[in-house]
């Protein structure tokens, strides 16, 4: 299959293109400079072009608490631009994978949302992100996925992680948030789960998969793992109310998402975040490391 990678320049996406090009896939990368996601002719060019058998869109903006007060923005890149390129999909026979957020709902829960709870987000950013959802699956019913994550961190880019290991060369102690629940996940693991969905797209698969790591963690206890792999005191940790951070978009108290759709397709469940956190933290700190002056 050909593969066309858009906002390769992210975090996930430039970990999606790595994860394909490791598997000797045909796949092409494109950054927001290559591709804007909003203009019709130009996703109409890039497709003619390439031809892709299908579309990753990893493309959106991410500005959570801008988009508070730049909702019009944030509405075009994560709404008006997923219906564009779907629309542009099914016109040239291409099948999409969609990445969307927890944000969609509204983190009041005490279990993992499953697939098919109903969104009710909270945010703008939420809501932009459910448009973009939703256009996705009215464009393109029975050919698309919706793959929901959350709490990401990876080697590339900024993350919770990567500050955490930035912070604890850096300060005796540190006040993390522990009234926040959701689930740790490598990007990396989430690009190998689109690598793994893309085949079965078109084939009985479609709709919307969650492709977190399973298990749960507040930020502060998630810190602390941070802290303990890389061999220093989890107690320079402690832990604090939301309220020691106000920020313009509230964030879920609860986002943990249920996983139950990977067995259709003959995928099991995301793995535990503890042991992914343990593999993948050696790596970000090596980059980290390798950037720093």
């Given at each position: 299959?050909?593969?066309?990678?858009?906002?390769?320049?992210?975090?996930?996406?430039?970990?999606?293109?790595?994860?394909?090009?490791?598997?000797?896939?045909?796949?092409?990368?494109?950054?927001?400079?290559?591709?804007?996601?909003?203009?019709?002719?130009?996703?109409?060019?890039?497709?003619?072009?390439?031809?892709?058998?299908?579309?990753?869109?990893?493309?959106?903006?991410?500005?959570?608490?801008?988009?508070?007060?730049?909702?019009?923005?944030?509405?075009?890149?994560?709404?008006?631009?997923?219906?564009?390129?779907?629309?542009?999909?099914?016109?040239?026979?291409?099948?999409?994978?969609?990445?969307?957020?927890?944000?969609?709902?509204?983190?009041?829960?005490?279990?993992?949302?499953?697939?098919?709870?109903?969104?009710?987000?909270?945010?703008?950013?939420?809501?932009?992100?459910?448009?973009?959802?939703?256009?996705?699956?009215?464009?393109?019913?029975?050919?698309?996925?919706?793959?929901?994550?959350?709490?990401?961190?990876?080697?590339?880019?900024?993350?919770?992680?990567?500050?955490?290991?930035?912070?604890?060369?850096?300060?005796?102690?540190?006040?993390?948030?522990?009234?926040?629940?959701?689930?740790?996940?490598?990007?990396?693991?989430?690009?190998?789960?689109?690598?793994?969905?893309?085949?079965?797209?078109?084939?009985?698969?479609?709709?919307?998969?969650?492709?977190?790591?399973?298990?749960?963690a507040t930020w502060y206890e998630l810190a602390r793992a941070v802290f303990h792999d890389l061999g220093a005191?989890?107690?320079?940790?402690?832990?604090?109310?939301?309220?020691?951070?106000?920020?313009?978009?509230?964030?879920?108290?609860?986002?943990?998402?249920?996983?139950?759709?990977?067995?259709?397709?003959?995928?099991?469940?995301?793995?535990?975040?503890?042991?992914?956190?343990?593999?993948?933290?050696?790596?970000?700190?090596?980059?980290?490391?390798?950037?720093?002056?």
């Open positions: 299959m050909r593969w066309l990678v858009t906002g390769s320049g992210g975090m996930l996406g430039r970990d999606t293109v790595d994860e394909l090009a490791r598997r000797g896939e045909d796949v092409l990368g494109l950054d927001h400079r290559a591709l804007d996601i909003t203009q019709p002719e130009a996703i109409g060019a890039v497709l003619a072009e390439h031809r892709p058998d299908l579309v990753v869109n990893c493309a959106a903006y991410t500005a959570v608490d801008d988009a508070e007060t730049d909702e019009e923005r944030a509405l075009r890149i994560n709404g008006d631009g997923p219906r564009l390129l779907a629309r542009a999909c099914a016109k040239s026979g291409a099948r999409l994978v969609h990445v969307s957020t927890d944000y969609v709902f509204p983190g009041d829960a005490r279990t993992p949302y499953p697939e098919d709870h109903p969104p009710a987000p909270r945010t703008a950013y939420g809501r932009t992100k459910l448009a973009g959802e939703r256009a996705v699956l009215e464009e393109l019913p029975a050919a698309s996925a919706i793959v929901r994550t959350a709490w990401l961190y990876g080697v590339h880019g900024r993350s919770f992680v990567r500050t955490m290991i930035d912070l604890e060369s850096r300060r005796d102690t540190l006040d993390v948030v522990d009234d926040q629940r959701g689930q740790p996940t490598w990007s990396a693991d989430v690009a190998a789960r689109v690598a793994d969905l893309g085949p079965h797209l078109g084939r009985g698969a479609h709709g919307v998969f969650h492709a977190t790591s399973s298990g749960e005191d989890p107690d320079r940790v402690r832990p604090v109310g939301s309220e020691a951070f106000p920020r313009p978009a509230p964030r879920p108290a609860y986002s943990a998402l249920a996983h139950g759709r990977w067995q259709e397709v003959g995928l099991s469940p995301p793995r535990d975040w503890r042991a992914v956190l343990h593999e993948a933290l050696p790596l970000i700190r090596k980059e980290s490391l390798r950037e720093t002056p």
